[in-house]
């Protein structure tokens, strides 16, 4: 049996003919830090280096993995920004609502999720430190 019929047959079930997959071992996960653990659901994504990126329940991250490519997450984040997936107020609080609304400045940031591996919070920390530094650079310049 050759090399590549034996990765093949390696793949979980999900990865079988499913040209976006990515292997989510060590990805690193991240989250709004908006997101609240009392919530029913907390998104987390993983980009990888080929531009795909992964989006799960961090809660239940059983549950599955979506894959997105380069241009479906542009979409999404383009139609993010315009409103289209804006949760019906009814659902929110009035904090959430203002929020959704504009109306309450918020600083939100990605952080790691704490389900990442040992190796996928090493990779959250080089990738730090390579942001740290291109952007000592560009101030120096």
Do not use: C
């Amino acid at each position: 049996m050759s090399e590549q019929t034996e990765a093949k047959r390696d793949l979980p079930p999900e990865a079988m003919g499913n040209e976006k997959w990515h292997d989510t071992t060590h990805a690193v996960w991240l989250r709004s830090s908006l997101s609240k653990e009392e919530s029913e659901a907390v998104v987390e994504v993983a980009e990888f280096e080929d531009g795909f990126r992964a989006v799960r329940d961090g809660k239940s991250p059983e549950k599955g993995t979506l894959f997105f490519t380069p241009a479906e997450w542009e979409a999404f984040v383009l139609g993010a920004r315009d409103g289209e997936f804006d949760i019906p107020e009814e659902y929110l609080t009035e904090e959430e609502a203002a929020i959704q609304r504009g109306e309450t400045e918020v600083e939100a940031t990605w952080v790691p999720s704490p389900l990442n591996t040992p190796e996928a919070m090493e990779e959250y920390h080089r990738r730090q430190r390579e942001e740290s530094e291109r952007e000592s650079t560009t101030e120096d310049d």
